[in-house]
């Protein structure tokens, strides 16, 4: 972005907490899920109890050996835990298990959009419980009462560690959306921002356009989705450059996103500065997995994203920003691909599976695994229009019907009597008595310019179609009233 | 003063000589005679060792066997998590709580036939070489009840030597199972780092905290190690596989063979030469190897050089784990919370409140070592005479199957001779430190009496896993000793 004095450059490096998709938690037994009532997800390892040990979960390890395989990641001969002392409520110990000075994963990268974005390290620690102020707005320092929930307490959690290598809100949010789409693909996480299993913080710095001095950074907090990350990294990036422009300079610290104000503010300093007094958690023993184990694990590596997207680009025909969107959710790519199998054209399903069905999805949270129509169903709506029998908009009835209750768009067509009508005779008596019946129109479009020709046209083709109940072919009507109009 | 020991006591329930319940209701009875004036126990779990007692006679009743510890009374220190039984830590900051689970040591103990009777006293957090760290005032011992039974699991110890119970459990970070048992007269040891699972062992120092037995006899206390030792899932650090049985051919539960014929012994220099230490104390550790001489073994002197600053470093490395360990009790789950307007100042008051002085004093200590700044000078220091302490013990041990050395500085002491003296107390522990910050086994024999005519004690030191060595040691130390 440029200044009244010149280009500024924004250099912007993400930290991106998941949620590991174990069955049990990180040290105990646990069950990892979402959702439970308060408080019932928990035992004496995950409560803290006194006397309490925790044992790690192989499966924990095996996610990130995975995620780090696909990454190019290096595994380090051994990696280590260790403690993070602080006091807070939620933590039932108070103090985190993580690893520090010598984590699982370094060096990783990923590519977004043809830019290498480099991964710093990527770690593992335990999440924290969950802390509900009642009453006083909400905020712990003037709520009436505060509850803890630990049911997430213990939940494993990987921190991903990006290099400052991108440059600008937009790079930002596609970097953490290609990202996502790797944890999905590969199982390692549900990546469920509203359900807080992929969580970033952005570290935001600006300079001179050209400089190669890094600026005085500052860390971004709460940001609750992609969208919510670039508008905090955008507002960052602004007042960085409106500060130095007015002769001030960063101060560096840890700022919250407001998203209802649209603005980052200073966090409190006790909340930001802390000694996390870090030493190695002597519970546990170095994780050193072996060469067998690492084989094992990329030998299982499931196709990345940007494969998958060349892959469907190159087999269906489709174009980068449908691939983009089918990838960008592995349940929707799985559906279309199974559709796909069942006989359909991967054009035709892609149309439906960007449209209709995403947007049902999203509307509904439903995963396309439990959709009441299966992927061979719609491959069978595809058929139906491809032979003519259903128009698009009377397939879009159907689809919609078949999404709300398990019925085969068959089924529906002929329950409904929906199937298209392409007779040119029964389709010309039709158009003919609508002619007749706007006799005055059909006037006004012999006389009239063009924009009034285009107007009536449109109206009388409506008309025709709404006499057939929708029914009608509009491919055959709309070639039979423009005979009749010519 | 002393009733029937561990091994005579499961040999006549398992044979239907005697039942459990007699046993329980004998121990009993002492319990309720002599430890008011001891207070060796927290708390004495009556009805539930009679009950439990009768379960293992009606076990014998039906013909079956109730396992190698039938019907043997048992003490826990109160570290000692028991499922629905007051877990105290001698602290106020835990007041009220019972644990939801047994600590495997006690399931173990349970699955062998034994019969817990109670929870006994200790310094606060086990942090302590005298009991008198204890929230609920201090122990005595029961040899001379004006002088401590050393700490910290001096309940554990005095239980024992009183006749109160034939086992106790303590919990051993720089000494306080050997300590106390040397300064009661009774064997105590302190397995390898990783033996005994510690699981449900409220944790003061994890890395040197380790569970082990209380007893009258050498073969007692191989026979309780075996009941409680093995690898344990719940435990990371646990070490894998079945460990060697300690009895005679590698029997589990047989008496410990007294041989020691070829053994290479080194008596450890520092330790035993060290200013401080009681004349009475060096006699008895040269005495001792004289014996094992007479029984076969080569006696030479041996040098850990580093073991001269153990006790340094052990006093950054406990309190900087201790105060993570111990950072738990906030108020706000479990335990002793002090109201406030502010999570942070409930957290305060009620660690001001709940703490005692030494505890606190750790804590600060701990938090100290570990802050920015000073870790290196203090905790990775630390860190790295531990590391070269190894080494001399890995040198030595090329030389020599076990170590000797004493176990206390002193006999027992006055009780309050120590309490406003820090360093002296913190003195106590030098020579058993040692084997804590190693993770190697060690275990306490007495031999005779020394100053007052007090017990003394003397310390057999093993390598990693060499627990079977150290019992044949310590068997031919027992049966020489005066
Ligand atoms: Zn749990």
């Known amino acids: 972005m440029t200044g009244g004095s010149g280009p500024y450059e924004a250099v912007i490096g993400l930290e991106v907490h998941v949620e590991l998709a174990t069955v049990t938690k990180m040290f105990c037994g646990c069950p990892n899920a979402f959702g439970a009532e308060p408080n019932t997800l928990v035992c004496p390892t995950c409560l803290g109890l006194p006397g309490s040990l925790p044992v790690l979960n192989r499966a924990v390890v095996d996610l990130a050996l995975r995620f780090g395989a696909a990454l190019g990641f290096r595994v380090p001969e051994t990696s280590i835990f260790a403690r993070k002392n602080y006091f807070y409520p939620d933590m039932p110990k108070d103090y985190q298990i993580s690893q520090y000075e010598e984590p699982i994963l370094v060096d990783g990268r990923l590519e977004v959009d043809g830019a290498v974005v480099g991964i710093e390290r990527a770690h593992l620690e335990e999440d924290t419980g969950k802390i509900i102020h009642v009453g006083g707005g909400g905020r712990i320092h003037d709520a009436a009462c505060s509850l803890v929930d630990y049911n997430r307490a213990g939940v494993p959690l990987m921190e991903i560690v990006s290099r400052p290598d991108l440059r600008s809100a937009d790079q930002a949010r596609a970097y953490v959306s290609e990202l996502r789409a790797v944890l999905e693909a590969l199982g390692v996480s549900d990546v469920k921002m509203e359900e807080g299993s992929l969580r970033i913080d952005a570290n935001v710095s600006v300079r001179r356009a050209g400089s190669t001095v890094l600026g005085t950074k500052v860390e971004i907090k709460n940001m609750n989705s992609l969208r919510s990350l670039g508008r905090a990294v955008d507002h960052e990036v602004h007042r960085q450059v409106a500060l130095l422009e007015a002769g001030g300079s960063v101060t560096q610290e840890t700022r919250h996103w407001d998203e209802e104000g649209g603005v980052t503010q200073p966090m409190r300093t006790k909340e930001a500065s802390h000694d996390y007094r870090y030493f190695p958690e002597p519970d546990l023993v170095p994780l050193a997995p072996t060469p067998e184990r690492l084989g094992r694990v990329t030998a299982a590596l499931p196709e990345l994203p940007a494969a998958r997207r060349a892959r469907l680009r190159r087999e269906w025909g489709i174009g980068e920003a449908d691939a983009r969107t089918l990838v960008g959710r592995r349940d929707l790519a799985d559906y279309a691909e199974a559709a796909v199998a069942a006989g359909a054209p991967g054009a035709a399903v892609a149309n439906w599976c960007t449209g209709e069905i995403l947007s049902h999805l999203n509307e509904t949270g439903v995963s396309a695994e439990v959709l009441p129509l299966a992927p061979d169903g719609l491959a069978e709506l595809v058929a139906l229009v491809g032979d003519g029998t259903l128009s698009r908009p009377l397939a879009k009835d159907v689809l919609a019907e078949c999404l709300r209750e398990p019925k085969r768009p068959r089924q529906v067509v002929a329950e409904r009597g929906l199937a298209q009508v392409s007779d040119e005779e029964e389709l010309g008596a039709i158009v003919d008595e609508v002619l007749t019946r706007h006799a005055a129109e059909v006037e006004a479009y012999r006389g009239g310019d063009d924009k009034t020709r285009k107007r009536k046209r449109g109206f009388l083709m409506g008309e025709c179609m709404r006499a057939t109940r929708g029914r009608g072919n509009p491919q055959v009507l709309s070639r039979l009233l423009d005979e009749r109009l010519a | ?482």
């Open chain 2, 1 to 482: 003063m002393s009733g029937p020991g561990v091994a005579e006591i499961a040999a006549s329930v398992r044979n239907g000589g005697r039942t459990a319940r007699d046993v329980v209701e004998e121990h009993l009875a002492r319990i309720a005679s002599r430890d008011p004036e001891l207070g060796s126990f927290l708390c004495v779990t009556a009805e539930a060792a009679r009950a439990r007692a009768d379960e293992i006679d009606d076990l014998v009743g039906r013909g079956r066997d109730p396992g190698p510890l039938a019907g043997v009374p048992v003490a826990l220190k109160d570290n000692l998590c028991t499922r629905g039984v007051p877990t105290t830590c001698a602290s106020r900051i835990l007041e009220g709580w019972r644990p939801p689970y047994d600590a495997t040591v006690v399931e173990r103990l349970l699955l062998a036939g034994a019969v817990p009777v109670g929870k006994t006293n200790l310094d606060e957090f086990a942090m302590g070489s005298s009991t008198e760290n204890s929230a609920f005032g201090p122990t005595r011992n029961p040899l001379d009840p004006s002088r401590v039974p050393g700490g910290s699991s001096g309940g554990s110890a005095a239980a024992v030597a009183a006749g109160l119970v034939p086992v106790a459990l303590g919990s051993d970070t720089g000494g306080s199972v050997r300590q106390p048992a040397s300064l009661c007269g009774v064997v105590g040891v302190k397995p390898t780092y990783g033996r005994v699972s510690r699981f449900g062992l409220v944790a003061f120092a994890s890395s040197l905290d380790q569970i082990g037995p209380i007893t009258r006899t050498v073969d007692d206390a191989a026979l309780a190690l075996e009941a409680i030792w093995g690898h344990d899932p719940r435990d990371a650090t646990s070490v894998p596989g079945r460990p060697e049985p300690l009895g005679a051919d590698g029997e589990p539960g047989g008496p410990v063979p007294a041989e020691v014929a070829g053994l290479r012994m080194g008596i450890i220099e520092e330790l035993t030469t060290m200013e401080g230490v009681a004349p009475s104390v060096r006699r008895a550790v040269t005495d001792a190897a004289a014996a094992l001489e007479h029984a076969g073994a080569k006696v030479d002197t041996a040098a850990v050089p580093h073991a001269r600053h153990a006790l340094s470093a052990y006093y950054l490395i406990a309190p900087a784990e201790a105060s993570s360990n111990l950072a738990r009790y906030d108020g706000v789950r479990y335990g002793l919370r002090v109201d406030a307007p502010s999570t942070e100042e409930m957290n305060a008051r009620t660690r001001a409140a709940g703490f005692g002085p030494e505890v606190k004093r750790r804590i600060m200590l701990g938090t100290y070592a570990l802050s920015a700044g000073y870790y290196d000078a203090y905790y990775g220091r630390a860190q790295r005479v531990r590391t070269l302490l190894i080494r001399d013990f890995d040198a030595a041990y090329g030389c020599f199957d076990v170590l000797l050395a004493p176990t206390s500085p002193t006999v027992a002491f006055p009780l309050g001779s120590r309490t406003d003296d820090v360093l002296a107390m913190y003195g106590s522990d030098r020579c058993t430190i040692p084997s804590n910050l190693a993770g190697h086994p060690a275990v306490s024999v007495p031999w005779g009496r020394g100053e007052d005519d007090l017990p003394v004690g003397v310390q057999v030191l093993a390598p990693a896993l060499g627990e079977a060595v150290m019992f044949r040691v310590a068997k031919v130390i027992e049966e020489a000793a005066p």
